[in-house]
């Protein structure tokens, strides 16, 4: 299937299909730039400045991606033999093509939940105590929003447990912020009060914020110093990135504000699907810009109706085995998810138009 199957699509499939804004094309153009891996990128450094600024963290280092941010962050963290909590469909577990393995050489430990959001309690009980049976608890990282759950939100309060709990145990906690924007957008917060508990974070440019490629990794500075070990063993030292780090800066500067959009048409979306016959969503877990529809009582199966879907110009992600993902972004409009609700009807009627 070749690009030209996207041509005026309405596509749904993720937030990272957002292409970068004219503004950030110009910024491209124009960016000062060094070679960052001898630390001369100016550009660079104001994105990692910017970032490390409006999350209250010591530094910040500019990676490849938000896989990049999580496993050179979870690496510096966690080595071999060692131990790592995650939420049980974690992306840094679940998504990342076994990479806790491969760079930290950590073993993973899965903690089962409804929403993506683990309790202290469910992350006490899973710290390891000393034991020459057992692995040390080198880390504990949590995802917010979190993906599979369907963008949930963790709770300030429940991350501040988490965070206490983390510091009295002396183990680190890092978050897998690639969409920690939308978190903040939807507690109504500065991202700073999202990540306060947390010791290190991995925010993503390049997902709802618009920018064409890039994550960064935000912590304390020592922290920040051995990272670049990883990124650079990772092939993610870059030259002239200053290119790629301008978009950035405008990504963090001006495309938060309008994330609120994208969770007004989630919301929109996921009460006119949540109405159809043969869907079900769970609204209480639509907090942000995923939408999950469970489509196992429709009588079509997902590949079909992602198909079908599509046949009729709108792009999903099948995301299960009776389950459908939507995610909003500044790319759709509402106009846009008017019409995808209209061709959800369609295929539900199995009345295709062209
Ligand atoms: C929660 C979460 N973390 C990390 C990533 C990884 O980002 P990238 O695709 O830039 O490697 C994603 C990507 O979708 C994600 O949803």
Not at 86 to 103: K, L
Not at 200 to 215: D, F, N, Q
Request: proline letters at 3%.
């Amino acid at each position: 299937m070749g690009v030209e199957f996207l041509t005026g699509k309405i596509d749904l499939r993720s937030d990272t299909v957002t292409k970068p804004t004219e503004e950030m094309r110009k910024a491209m153009y124009e960016a000062e730039v060094g070679d960052d891996v001898y630390g001369e990128d100016p550009t660079v450094l104001r994105l990692e400045e910017l970032a490390a600024e409006l999350l209250g963290k010591e530094a910040a280092l500019f990676v490849t991606s938000g896989t990049q941010g999580n496993q050179a962050g979870i690496a510096t963290h966690a080595s071999t033999g060692e131990e790592v909590i995650v939420e049980a469909q974690a992306h840094v577990f679940y998504y990342e093509a076994a990479a806790i393995s491969v760079f930290a050489g950590a073993q993973v430990r899965q903690i089962p939940t409804d929403n993506g959001i683990m309790t202290p309690d469910q992350i006490r009980r899973a710290i390891r105590s000393k034991d020459v049976h057992q692995p040390r608890t080198a880390l504990i990282a949590v995802e917010n929003t979190h993906n599979r759950a369907g963008g949930t939100v963790w709770p300030l309060e429940d991350l501040a447990a988490v965070g206490e709990l983390a510091r009295r145990s002396g183990i680190p906690l890092h978050m897998d912020g690639a969409r920690v924007f939308n978190a903040a957008a939807a507690l109504g917060v500065p991202v700073r009060d999202v990540v306060e508990h947390v010791d290190t974070v991995s925010i993503c440019l390049s997902k709802g914020l618009c920018a064409p490629v890039g994550s960064v990794l935000v912590g304390p500075r020592d922290f920040i110093e051995r990272a670049r070990q990883w990124r650079k063993r990772m092939g993610g030292g870059m030259r002239q990135a200053g290119v790629i780090a301008a978009p950035g800066i405008i990504a963090l500067t001006k495309m938060v504000d309008r994330l609120a959009e994208d969770h007004h048409n989630a919301r929109y979306l996921a009460e006119q699907l949540a109405s159809m016959n043969g869907i079900t969503v769970a609204l209480d877990k639509v907090q942000t810009n995923i939408v999950i529809a469970d489509i196992g009582n429709s009588g079509i199966e997902v590949p079909e109706f992602v198909r079908e879907l599509a046949a009729e110009g709108v792009l999903a992600s099948s995301f299960g085995e009776t389950l459908v993902r939507f995610v909003t972004h500044h790319d759709v409009s509402r106009a846009d998810i008017e019409k995808a609700v209209d061709a959800v009807q369609r295929v539900l009627h199995g009345a295709r138009v062209h």
